[in-house]
């Protein structure tokens, strides 16, 4: 009897004390159950951020008082160095800021001697390529920027390398541009070592430009870079369109056609920039057909920057006469920067 | 006469065992932290056993937990071992000499990286990198240190009151 109860004693006092450890063991296996099935935890780390909060804050101390006294205990000896450093830098910075400022001021000088048509001031958005259409008879891009972003047609597009195309079509939220390369586009450019003015025409490649009737006696050479010559207003002057790449006779025998490799990234690229000189184009615009006293029949390409920039105020004068000639001009913009005849 | 120290020193001592689990330490060296926290429960454990038991430890270790995000319940579980192992040792512990009490509580940290991996094994997470395993080493180094000036402040507070 007392040996049975010695060991029942014994059993009990055992189990007395594996119990609580059993308990806990299973409590602690649940959380984690529950943590890793029903994620539970998250929301308890969540509920206890004003407790862990301060521990880290704590814990993370050392590490930035260490921080702060090595920034605030820098040697003046280093501070002297970095100062006179410094200084260095600012002076050069500075000279080449005067420079740059002569520069400019030289360059403005220069425009006002050239005339007010190149003169302009462009209004630059960057807008995004939403979808990209690169076929024979279709070159065109969809863009991410529409009218409520203040996106007009006729605005000009360019990358990094030059001249992508023109805004043709706005909706509310997109936009497309009809690039350069599209068949049924034409862009008026100089070629820019000699001045001599063309129409680039594309051709549904995306790798060519195509420049016909060159008079044969014109100076013009493989490997001369094309700009847009800014005449017809729809393209600002001086941007890379191409670079021309073969010069033959077309069929009369009595012309060159000069062909060019554009200079904008085609293939490439998410982003383009839209610039816009509007107020420009209504000045230059052709006039109204009605009105026949102004030489309406040349094409525009064909004046002189000077007689371009002389209309200029005969335009702005008659307020009355405006919306008339603006209007064709909006639906028929500059005759050199649409559609092939 | 009233030999159990004053709380805020077991208390004090707990937090910053907490501290130190979350000290910002460059990446290698941070998985072979000892465990401190750990060393702690021990140490109470064994030298006041009716203030620092198993539920103490359950709590420490969900306080860890939660600081230290790992699985809610993890460091439960492993101080609640921990410190259910000291206890039934307790007497035997006490009266090593301190390199032996070393060398065992060595081995109970040994015992509680097992614990981990085995938990990291059901979990699914990853397994935890080789420095873990220095864990032990560090903190069967420190213990001796740890013992002796704890013993000292304890004393010291002892003396004050």
Known sequence: ?341 | MNRAPTGWLIYGSLLLGLLFAVLPLPAGVSEARPYLLALLIAYWTMESPLSVGLGTAFVTGLLADLVTASPLGEQALRLVVLAFLVQRFRARLRFFPFWQQALAVGLLLLNDRIIVAFVHLVVGAAWPAWTSWLSPVLGMALWPWMFVLLDLVRLRSRERN
């Open chain 1, 1 to 341: 009897m007392a040996f049975a109860g010695k060991s029942t004693s014994r059993l009990s006092e055992s189990a007395a004390t594996t119990l609580p450890i059993m308990a806990y063991m299973a409590l602690a296996i649940c959380l984690m159950v529950a943590d890793h099935r029903g994620g539970y935890g998250e929301q308890i780390r969540h509920r206890a951020t004003w407790i862990t909060e301060p521990m880290w804050w704590l814990a993370s101390a050392p590490t930035r008082t260490y921080n702060a006294s090595r920034e605030g205990l820098a040697l003046r000896g280093q501070l002297q160095d970095e100062n006179a450093h410094l200084h260095r830098e600012l002076e050069i910075s500075s000279a080449r800021l005067n420079r740059l400022s002569a520069v400019a001021e030289e360059n403005q000088r220069l425009r006002q001697l050239l005339g007010g048509t190149r003169g302009y001031r462009l209004n630059v958005q960057l807008a995004g390529v939403f979808d990209v259409d690169l076929d024979p008879y279709r070159q065109r891009l969809v863009l991410d920027a529409g009218s409520d972003t203040g996106v007009q047609v006729g605005q000009a597009l360019i990358d990094s390398g030059g001249v992508l195309g023109q805004v043709v079509e706005v909706g509310a939220h997109r936009s497309t541009a009809l690039l350069l390369t599209d068949p049924d586009h034409a862009v008026p450019v100089q070629v820019a070592r000699t001045g001599l003015r063309a129409i680039a025409y594309g051709t549904g490649r995306s790798d060519r430009l195509d420049l016909p009737n060159i008079p044969q006696s014109a100076d013009i050479r493989t490997g001369d870079l094309l700009v847009t010559s800014g005449i017809g207003g729809r393209f600002p002057a001086g941007f890379p369109v191409g670079t021309v790449t073969e010069l033959h006779p077309d069929a009369t025998r009595l012309f060159v056609v000069a062909e060019a490799q554009p200079a904008a990234h085609f293939e490439r690229g998410l982003e383009v920039l839209l610039i816009s000189n509007l107020p420009v184009v209504t000045d230059i615009g052709p006039p109204a057909p009605k009105h026949a006293q102004n030489p309406a029949i040349v094409p525009a390409s064909q004046i002189p920057a000077s007689t371009a920039s002389a209309q200029k105020p005969a335009t702005q004068v008659s307020p009355t006469q405006k919306p008339t000639t603006q209007k064709p001009a909006a639906r028929e913009p500059a005759a050199t920067s649409e559609k092939k005849p």
